[in-house]
């Protein structure tokens, strides 16, 4: 059942047809606890579906099986009996009746975090059941990254917060949400990086497998890129967003996204999944005008937008004052940075040169908005053979090329 993924393999499909390769820990399955004949025949459809073999046993289970199993679903014909199993989590009861007026007190004898009732409940189940497959665990934090006006330098910001993650050893996606931004594997530097592009894509929907995703994009170290090829199509489908962004945020880490400033239908996919929006604001009069159109029309979409005041200040305005006329927090103030503007040759992408302000701004960010996490130290300057320091910049990113001529749930009612 567990088929392994080569590194190439398209993740658009169904989740039982494009498994990820599982460590050892990742293949135990679910538990399914049931006598329930016809029960059980529908709980291994389910499954198979999802992509997952699981353990049956009849009531009450045995303690090895049910400590060990990632999820347990238990028969509503076996609940009573399997009550004198230990509380945990990941405990879920499953039955058919409708109007069945004991299935709550169940419920809350085996400690079930959910109950479901079949055949309504199959998309929902299906899906915490593909989760198992995946081994997925807490979904990535998502940051989205908008302009204020064009020529902000949203696409710059963005490529910095993941690349930022990727040096701090997180998992780290960036992932190209603006059609007309040029691609951001440009400004990575990985435009000749093989991998898929946004494109190869645009016919996805469901559920795609997330470890297949992160196989089949472009790379550059830790870090994978969702960028838009040189081609003339440049629209995605809303269904297609929402596909691959949830794939992205269910293999954890962090996700960056970068967002055009005009929100349509797929751009309201997007910020209906991101945890967190920075607008980059100019301190300029007009600027701030234009960006308050923007959060306008995202802020409609998402909860928490926050503003990003790029220096210099030389206007009369700081970046207090752009956030409290814009209406947004303040997510803080971008101090200038020359060598982006115009890159030194062999430079490496935005947010690599460990000494730079925008670095430091991105490595500050992440850690106010990752509660808990201890980043590991950013790398130190690059030393020559001598052993001498030489650019700061880290040496696992490759510099910036030319401009290359190629183509390429619903939930369950909690108890």
């Not at 289970?61 to 990632?70: G, H």
Request: aromatic share 2%.
């Amino acid at each position: 059942m567990n088929r392994r993924t080569s590194h190439r393999t398209h993740p658009r499909g169904n989740a039982d047809t494009d498994s990820q390769p599982l460590s050892a820990a990742e293949r135990r399955g679910p538990l399914i606890v049931t006598e329930d004949e016809s029960l059980l025949d529908d709980l291994l459809r389910l499954c198979a579906a999802a992509g997952t073999e699981p353990e049956v046993v009849a009531a009450p289970p045995p303690p090895a099986s049910w400590e060990a199993a990632p999820l347990v679903l238990v028969g509503t014909e076996a609940a009573e009996r399997a009550q004198g199993a230990p509380r945990r989590k990941d405990v879920l009861l499953v039955g058919r009746d409708q109007d069945d007026a004991e299935v709550w007190r169940r419920a809350v004898g085996i400690g079930a975090d959910h109950v479901l009732i079949l055949p309504d409940a199959e998309p929902w189940l299906v899906d915490r059941l593909a989760d198992v497959a995946e081994g997925v665990g807490e979904p990535a934090l998502t940051v989205g990254v908008l302009g204020g006006r064009g020529g902000a330098g949203a696409s710059t910001l963005a490529c910095a917060l993941a690349v930022t993650a990727a040096l701090t050893g997180r998992r780290a996606m960036l992932i190209d949400g603006d059609p007309l931004g040029g691609g951001l594997d440009i400004l990575l530097g990985a435009e000749r990086t093989g991998g898929l592009r946004w494109p190869d894509l645009a016919d996805s929907r469901g559920r795609v497998n997330s470890g297949a995703l992160e196989e089949s994009l472009p790379r550059l170290d830790a870090l994978s890129v969702l960028s838009w090829d040189r081609g003339d199509r440049v629209r995605i489908p809303p269904q297609a967003m929402r596909a691959v962004l949830g794939a992205a945020r269910r293999r954890g880490g962090v996700v960056v996204v970068d967002l055009p400033r005009r929100v349509d239908d797929t751009v309201a996919e997007a910020l209906a999944q991101i945890d967190v929006g920075l607008l980059v604001v100019p301190a300029e009069l007009r600027a701030v005008a234009a960006a308050g159109r923007v959060a306008a029309g995202a802020a409609m979409l998402l909860r928490d937008l926050r503003v990003v005041a790029r220096a210099p200040f030389s206007s009369g305005l700081d970046a207090r004052d752009i956030a409290r006329l814009i209406g947004l927090p303040l997510a803080g103030a971008l101090p200038p940075e020359p060598s982006l503007a115009d890159p030194p040759p062999g430079s490496g992408p935005p947010g690599s040169s460990a000494r730079g302000p925008l670095a430091r701004f991105c490595a500050q960010f992440l850690d106010r908005v990752l509660p808990g996490a201890v980043p590991e130290a950013r790398p130190g300057p690059a030393m020559d053979p001598r052993g001498r320091q030489g650019s700061p910049r880290s040496p696992r990113f490759p510099p910036r090329r030319a401009f290359p001529a190629t183509r390429s749930p619903r939930t369950a009612p909690g108890v």
